[in-house]
């Protein structure tokens, strides 16, 4: 870029310099026409003239019969100035130079010596011979009744040529030949001041033609250069208007092309623009997770919900990703129908998925995939068809034991020495029913919102509470059991609050082994208090962490009827605590523990169940 930059001529240089380039080539090609014309035609011209005037001296001489009065009107001729005359006779000797009398013994032929006349015919500066300019063929011509004019070089081809005109005196026969003979360094050197003329007079011309045509060429590419950064901008998305652009040729009808381009192309980008966004905010709206692939498969968009099914810095949702990934690519590759539907099932999470091809535009196409999380769905449908065999098994169970057990008392199948241990196993199935049907009644009533029945709670009094009640089957299990003593008092119903302690610390026993600390704390924050129940026994898995407060829901399916409940326990304490108006969190670490996080506000009037 910087190499165009520095080697890249503007358009007004161009503009310029061809301007300038034709002036030159014009008045170059005028001058040299000129010149040429000028120095033929002021040849022809003195060539003319000598012809005249060789002609008149030669009729002249021809009226006069006598050769001593010819000789006499010789010395009378005033020829033109730089003109030499040379008087011939038939044979070439020279007779008379320039009037001067001269016997025939002075010449020897047209080979002979002119005499001692140096520097009379253009400034020679040896004797000069006719034979030099005037040859035997030319003499001839005369001779033979012409009268000729020529331009004669030297015949040696070195020195100045000569302009000569020959005349006959007399006809038939020719008794003599009048030589007129000029230099052409006069008409030469006029030339040459013509050419001066022509060359300052060019100078003169391109300079001025050069400012001329430089303030022209601002001119006209000024308004290029507005329009030129102009488009700039406008690749930039400034679309502001053309200024300064105020002429009324094509120039500026262009211009105003230009403004209304961009206005358009301002007002089609809002356009896009608002488009977009509201394409946007209608996928991005959506609760389910749309994703749209490329003809090769790649992912080319996904919204924030589809973005919430992976976590690019967490590698286990990476596998997720690769997973969905995969799952689509081999949906696209096996579509024999506009729509395509399928299941895949992440862990605990369940997806509906529903692909259909793009409507191939410009030769695009790719696919558009919608991924629906049915898990909550297909959960509550199993969580009801699990609690209708759950109640109905541990409805079944015990009311069994009940009847088998009264049965055969009153049968008397049973000594009567060993009633007393069956009664007490049938007031056992009992209190588990009563149990059962208590839990289903607290999550019927909290569920229908019923008023919670808060009072002013000493938490020191509340945390002493829950030990005492929890020491001693703490140490029948083997555990430790660690109770924080706070202070303070809060806004709390006392026996549902109890409630949530007695379900947490119940099942933090029954999953720490023999050993371990159970373990409550406390903090005292300025608007709330928080509470920790942690354990140290085998944690939670991670997938399940998002469902564990859910009715019905159990980690472990293969536990047995002593060992775990129906999955109610979680579910009611959840339910307990958002209708104090706090929160309760889980985290766990699989062979660590768990901990239960519950935060109340100090400061509680009623319910907030939703």
Same mark, same amino acid.
């Given at each position: 870029?910087?190499?165009?930059?520095?080697?890249?001529?503007?358009?007004?240089?161009?503009?310029?310099?061809?301007?300038?380039?034709?002036?030159?080539?014009?008045?170059?090609?005028?001058?040299?026409?000129?010149?040429?014309?000028?120095?033929?035609?002021?040849?022809?011209?003195?060539?003319?003239?000598?012809?005249?005037?060789?002609?008149?001296?030669?009729?002249?001489?021809?009226?006069?019969?006598?050769?001593?009065?010819?000789?006499?009107?010789?010395?009378?001729?005033?020829?033109?100035?730089?003109?030499?005359?040379?008087?011939?006779?038939?044979?070439?000797?020279?007779?008379?130079?320039?009037?001067?009398?001269?016997?025939?013994?002075?010449?020897?032929?047209?080979?002979?010596?002119?005499?001692?006349?140096?520097?009379?015919?253009?400034?020679?500066?040896?004797?000069?011979?006719?034979?030099?300019?005037?040859?035997?063929?030319?003499?001839?011509?005369?001779?033979?009744?012409?009268?000729?004019?020529?331009?004669?070089?030297?015949?040696?081809?070195?020195?100045?040529?000569?302009?000569?005109?020959?005349?006959?005196?007399?006809?038939?026969?020719?008794?003599?030949?009048?030589?007129?003979?000029?230099?052409?360094?006069?008409?030469?050197?006029?030339?040459?001041?013509?050419?001066?003329?022509?060359?300052?007079?060019?100078?003169?011309?391109?300079?001025?033609?050069?400012?001329?045509?430089?303030?022209?060429?601002?001119?006209?590419?000024?308004?290029?250069?507005?329009?030129?950064?102009?488009?700039?901008?406008?690749?930039?998305?400034?679309?502001?208007?053309?200024?300064?652009?105020?002429?009324?040729?094509?120039?500026?009808?262009?211009?105003?092309?230009?403004?209304?381009?961009?206005?358009?192309?301002?007002?089609?980008?809002?356009?896009?623009?608002?488009?977009?966004?509201?394409?946007?905010?209608?996928?991005?709206?959506?609760?389910?997770?749309?994703?749209?692939?490329?003809?090769?498969?790649?992912?080319?968009?996904?919204? &924030?919900?589809?973005?919430?099914? *992976?976590? $690019?810095?967490?590698?286990? +949702? !990476?596998?997720?990703? #690769?997973?969905?990934?995969? @799952?689509?690519?081999?949906?696209?590759?096996?579509?024999?129908?506009?729509?395509?539907?399928?299941?895949?099932?992440?862990?605990?999470?369940?997806?509906?998925?529903?692909?259909?091809?793009?409507?191939?535009?410009?030769?695009?196409?790719?696919?558009?995939?919608?991924?629906?999380?049915?898990?909550?769905?297909?959960?509550?449908?199993?969580?009801?068809?699990?609690?209708?065999?759950?109640?109905?098994?541990?409805?079944?169970?015990?009311?069994?034991?009940?009847?088998?057990?009264?049965?055969?008392?009153?049968?008397?199948?049973?000594?009567?020495?060993?009633?007393?241990?069956?009664?007490?196993?049938?007031?056992?199935?009992?209190?588990?029913?009563?149990?059962?049907?208590? &839990?289903?009644?607290?999550?019927? *009533?909290? $569920?229908?919102?019923?008023? +919670? !029945?808060?009072?002013? #709670?000493?938490?020191?009094? @509340?945390?002493?509470?829950?030990?005492?009640?929890?020491?001693?089957?703490?140490?029948?299990?083997?555990?430790?059991?660690?109770?924080?003593?706070?202070?303070?008092?809060?806004?709390?119903?006392?026996?549902?609050?109890?409630?949530?302690?007695?379900?947490?610390?119940?099942?933090?026993?029954?999953?720490?082994?023999?050993?371990?600390?159970?373990?409550?704390?406390?903090?005292?924050?300025?608007?709330?208090?928080?509470?920790?129940?942690?354990?140290?026994?085998?944690?939670?898995?991670?997938?399940?962490?998002?469902?564990?407060?859910?009715?019905?829901?159990?980690?472990?399916?293969?536990?047995?009827?002593?060992?775990?409940?129906?999955?109610?326990?979680?579910?009611?304490?959840?339910?307990?605590?958002?209708?104090?108006?706090?929160?309760?969190?889980?985290?766990?670490?699989?062979?660590?523990?768990?901990?239960?996080?519950?935060?109340?506000?100090?400061?509680?009037?009623?319910?907030?169940?939703?």
């Amino acid at each position: 870029m910087k190499w165009r930059k520095r080697r890249s001529w503007t358009i007004s240089i161009k503009l310029w310099m061809a301007m300038t380039l034709l002036i030159l080539v014009v008045l170059g090609g005028l001058g040299v026409t000129i010149t040429w014309l000028f120095g033929d035609f002021y040849l022809h011209q003195k060539l003319d003239s000598l012809q005249t005037e060789a002609t008149e001296v030669s009729a002249q001489l021809a009226s006069i019969p006598s050769w001593s009065e010819r000789l006499s009107l010789l010395e009378t001729f005033k020829l033109t100035s730089g003109t030499q005359l040379v008087l011939l006779d038939p044979q070439g000797n020279i007779l008379v130079i320039a009037g001067s009398t001269s016997s025939k013994n002075q010449g020897i032929g047209l080979r002979g010596p002119i005499g001692e006349i140096n520097g009379l015919l253009g400034g020679w500066t040896r004797s000069l011979l006719p034979s030099d300019f005037f040859s035997d063929d030319n003499l001839a011509q005369v001779l033979a009744g012409n009268t000729i004019s020529i331009k004669a070089l030297p015949a040696s081809g070195e020195g100045q040529a000569m302009l000569i005109a020959a005349a006959p005196v007399g006809a038939k026969p020719v008794q003599a030949v009048v030589l007129l003979g000029s230099s052409p360094i006069p008409i030469q050197e006029s030339i040459a001041t013509f050419r001066r003329l022509i060359v300052y007079a060019s100078l003169i011309a391109v300079f001025l033609a050069t400012i001329v045509s430089l303030i022209f060429a601002r001119q006209v590419t000024r308004p290029l250069a507005l329009m030129q950064r102009s488009a700039s901008r406008m690749a930039k998305g400034d679309f502001l208007p053309i200024q300064g652009v105020t002429s009324q040729d094509e120039i500026g009808e262009l211009a105003e092309v230009f403004n209304s381009m961009g206005e358009s192309l301002k007002n089609h980008m809002e356009w896009l623009s608002q488009q977009k966004n509201l394409l946007q905010g209608i996928i991005e709206s959506i609760s389910d997770a749309v994703v749209m692939l490329g003809c090769d498969g790649s992912i080319l968009y996904a919204n &924030d919900t589809a973005k919430a099914l *992976w976590q $690019e810095q967490e590698a286990e +949702l !990476q596998d997720r990703k #690769l997973q969905i990934i995969n @799952f689509l690519q081999a949906m696209r590759e096996t579509e024999e129908q506009a729509e395509n539907y399928g299941t895949l099932t992440l862990g605990l999470q369940v997806l509906q998925v529903i692909m259909a091809p793009m409507t191939e535009t410009e030769g695009f196409r790719g696919h558009v995939a919608v991924l629906r999380d049915i898990t909550a769905s297909l959960r509550a449908e199993k969580a009801r068809r699990e609690f209708l065999a759950s109640v109905t098994h541990e409805l079944r169970t015990p009311l069994h034991l009940i009847q088998g057990y009264l049965e055969a008392i009153q049968d008397d199948v049973i000594p009567k020495n060993e009633r007393g241990e069956y009664i007490d196993l049938v007031l056992e199935e009992a209190k588990r029913l009563a149990r059962l049907v208590k &839990d289903l009644q607290d999550i019927n *009533w909290l $569920e229908r919102g019923q008023s +919670l !029945q808060p009072v002013v #709670l000493d938490l020191e009094s @509340f945390l002493s509470e829950v030990y005492q009640r929890f020491q001693g089957r703490a140490q029948d299990l083997g555990l430790t059991l660690e109770v924080a003593k706070g202070s303070g008092k809060i806004m709390a119903d006392p026996d549902r609050l109890l409630q949530v302690f007695i379900n947490l610390l119940d099942n933090a026993m029954r999953h720490t082994p023999q050993g371990k600390t159970v373990r409550v704390l406390f903090k005292d924050h300025e608007n709330h208090v928080q509470f920790a129940i942690q354990d140290e026994g085998e944690g939670i898995p991670r997938e399940a962490l998002p469902y564990i407060f859910d009715r019905f829901f159990r980690v472990n399916k293969a536990r047995t009827r002593k060992d775990g409940g129906m999955g109610l326990g979680l579910a009611i304490v959840r339910q307990i605590v958002e209708a104090h108006g706090g929160q309760i969190k889980v985290e766990s670490d699989m062979g660590k523990g768990t901990t239960f996080l519950i935060i109340l506000p100090k400061d509680f009037n009623g319910p907030s169940l939703e």
